[in-house]
């Protein structure tokens, strides 16, 4: 059977002779809903017979034609009659509204008295709250120019819970150092054990294809002088002061920066923050100190680790596609690579750790009180490390470069 | 004032207390007396600032004008160290009970001991089950927080307030989301308490019954202001339509049914 037949609906203009607007129901041979309306020209008023079922899931006959009977002929009123009315719902209620509107708009006046009563109920319901007087401000169009005051404001309070943060983590390590507060040394071990040992896997993958593809990229440009055993000073150099430690950055910033957020984040959800403050423990020292601590000291390792596993997957590239033996290759790498590098690499990646825990606790310290201001917490703090990371990075790369180191 | 004791009487008073939010007016020249051992109730409907009152008096926040003694000691000019020592004695029970989501529910009893105190374990050890057979809970101990229902939660979150033996405290909505057989338990603990340790209660809540039952004395908040107070059989008989309204649980009221809103008919038009 097809869907139109299924759902039969019709509409009926009766012809003005004032014809009985009779049989239009077709008949049931289905059990879904079918409902009718009709309009039947009187002397100066128009009769709007609503016949059928008018519920949610009848194919509701158009209205236009009504409206259009409406609109043509000098009518001065109209008139419903429902004496076929079946089972009906806010369906009704709604296409009443639009016809109602529609009437009110040409002046014609409507008998909302022929309606049964509970139809009445709804149609004075509808118009029982009165209109607040701001309701309508949110929508007022911005322009461009109040966008930009609305973000440079944003902007700048931004910059000012950051500091505000800063200034209370300080605070709290001088608090700490002089022994007013505390966090649990069993907590810092946790920490350490979650970031460091627990991420190796994942760093000891991405650090050996890193070497991998910097020792490729290197070759194809350094073997066409035949220079393929600087592809050992090339990865090494290129990892210790640079890439080891970025790309450990970028990994803890997505793996342990937004875990803090989360954790912490879920924390004043529960509002396990609001009750460490009354039983009277500073939540930045119990808190937050610990997964700093953690991550300034196991960052500089992780990168340590890093760079030599970057060099190792450099090496394989290297002895096993351009010809050149793994004692040379070593041997280069140990003449190319001076203490100083492992030291800037070390000090990059202390100063990462600071940045990927103060992003990552800084947005769990700030976020909201719902289930979903956590996920956001978790998203801007690994967006929030990874600028600061590179912009630090380009920063320290620059100083440098001007210092000659 | 009704609430007429001498003032060594009263661990909590708040003299003409204001305090906003941005632009919101939360708390406009509010003065109360909480009297020592006595079980007091801060009712209103949500969103009157219930919450912030708690924080207010155990010093999270600083009012903008007007002062909260505690114990006679004034929160908001103490040094950080001596608002900490006052802390110590407050404790607060949160609405999710607001257990450590990480430590069994023994460890989470035990915490403010082992950070707060050089106690030995041993000792520690009898303490928690001490406190945890208080609330019923001695069998529960090896569970961990995320195993309980939202009633044991919150009376382990009560074993925890109990801990340090402190002088009064302060009850977050105890009663909301509960089953009736948990906030007869909780009715029950909370008057228990109240009396065998010598505590001083405060309970901040909506729930009209329960708190009846239990409180000596209530003060019901609404837009800023303290619009009635007095004992549960007072504000019963109150001839203030607010306090009515409240106290009965009416759907209309002078608080109306609809928030307020554009005229229905325009609003459902508008989006054609």
Redesign the interface.
């Known amino acids: 059977m097809s869907l139109r037949s299924a759902h039969t609906c019709g509409y009926v203009l009766s012809a003005p002779t004032g014809m009985k607007n009779s049989k239009i129901l077709p008949p049931a041979t289905h059990s879904a809903p079918t409902c009718a309306i009709s309009a039947i020209r009187q002397a100066k008023a128009v009769e709007i017979a609503l016949s059928g079922d008018w519920v949610l899931d009848a194919q509701l006959p158009p209205l236009e034609p009504v409206l259009a009977q409406i609109e043509t002929n000098a009518i001065k009123k109209i008139i419903f009659s429902t004496t076929a009315l079946g089972r009906w719902d806010s369906m009704l209620v ?1 296409e009443l ?2 016809l109602i ?1 529609y009437a009110s708009q040409k002046g014609v006046a409507v008998d909302k008295a022929s309606l049964p009563a509970s139809i009445q109920g709804l149609l004075t ?8 007087v701001d ?2 401000r949110d929508q007022a169009q911005t322009s461009w120019s109040q966008a930009l005051v609305v973000s440079t404001g944003k902007a700048v309070q931004h910059s000012k819970e950051m500091l505000i943060f800063v200034g209370e983590m300080i605070i709290s390590t001088f608090a700490t150092l002089r022994g ?1 507060a505390h966090f ?1 040394r069993q907590d810092l071990w946790l920490y350490i054990q979650e970031c460091g040992p627990s991420a190796l896997p994942i760093v000891t993958l991405i650090s050996l294809l890193v070497g991998l593809i910097l020792a490729f990229v290197g070759a194809v440009q350094l073997s066409l002088f035949g220079a393929q055993i600087y592809i050992a000073n090339l990865v090494s150099l290129g990892m210790t002061r640079e890439m080891g430690g970025l790309m450990t950055a970028i990994i803890m910033s997505g793996r342990t920066g937004a875990a803090y957020a989360a954790q912490i984040g ?2 004043h959800v ?3 923050i ?2 460490l ?5 500073d939540p930045m020292a119990f808190l937050v100190l610990p997964r700093m601590l953690a991550l300034i000291i196991i960052m500089p390792l992780l990168c340590l680790y890093a760079d030599l596993m970057g060099i190792i997957g450099g090496g394989f590239v290297t002895v096993n596609f351009f010809d050149v033996s793994l004692t040379e290759y070593l041997d280069r790498t140990a003449s190319a690579v001076k203490m100083k590098d492992f030291i800037i690499g070390f000090v990059k990646c202390s100063v990462f750790g600071i940045l990927i825990a103060l992003s990552g606790c800084m947005r769990g310290m700030q976020c909201g009180r719902s289930a979903s201001a956590v996920g956001d917490a978790g998203t801007s703090a690994v967006v929030t490390a990874i600028v600061f990371i590179v912009v630090a990075d380009s920063v320290m790369t620059i100083i440098c470069n001007r210092l000659g180191i | 004032m009704a609430n007429s004791a001498s003032p060594e009487d009263n661990i909590v008073s708040i003299s003409n207390l204001s305090f906003s939010r941005g632009p919101r007016k939360i708390f406009d020249a509010v003065s109360l007396e909480i009297q020592r051992g006595k079980v007091t109730a801060i009712m209103g409907p949500s969103g009157t600032g219930k919450t912030t009152l708690l ?1 207010l008096i ?1 010093g ?1 926040l600083a009012p903008d004008r007007g002062q909260i003694h505690v114990d006679g000691q004034n929160v908001h000019r103490l040094k ?2 001596e608002l ?1 020592e006052l ?2 004695r ?3 029970l ?3 009970g ?4 990480d430590m069994s529910v023994y460890d989470n009893v035990a ?2 001991m082992r ?2 105190t050089h106690l030995p374990e041993s000792m520690i050890r009898t303490l928690v089950l001490m406190k945890l057979h208080a609330v019923g809970l001695r069998g529960a101990r090896h569970l961990m927080p995320n195993e309980l229902s939202g009633g044991m939660a919150r009376r382990v ?1 009560l074993a925890r307030a109990i801990a340090l033996d402190p002088l009064m405290i302060m009850y977050d909505e105890p009663f909301t989301g509960q089953d009736p057989i948990s906030k007869g338990a909780l009715v029950h603990l909370i008057k228990s308490l109240n009396t065998t340790l010598g505590l001083t209660s405060i309970i901040v809540s909506h729930d009209v019954q329960e708190t009846a039952a239990i409180a000596d004395y209530i003060y019901v908040l609404s837009g800023g202001k303290i619009i009635g107070q007095g004992t549960p059989q007072e504000l019963q008989q109150s001839d203030s339509e607010w306090v009515q309204q409240f106290m009965h649980g009416d759907a209309d009221g002078p608080v109306h049914f ?1 928030y ?7 609003d ?2 508008a989006s054609k």
Do not use: C, W
């Open positions: 709604t509204i639009k509107d319901l509808v118009s029982a709250v009165p209109e607040r309701a309508h007013q649990r879920t924390m529960n509002s396990e609001d009750a403050k009354t039983m009277n423990l | 924080k155990g999270q950080t160290r900490y802390r110590k407050m404790g607060m949160f609405q999710s607001a257990l450590l989501t915490f403010p950070e707060h979150a609809h307020s809103a554009p005229d229905y008919l325009d459902l038009l």
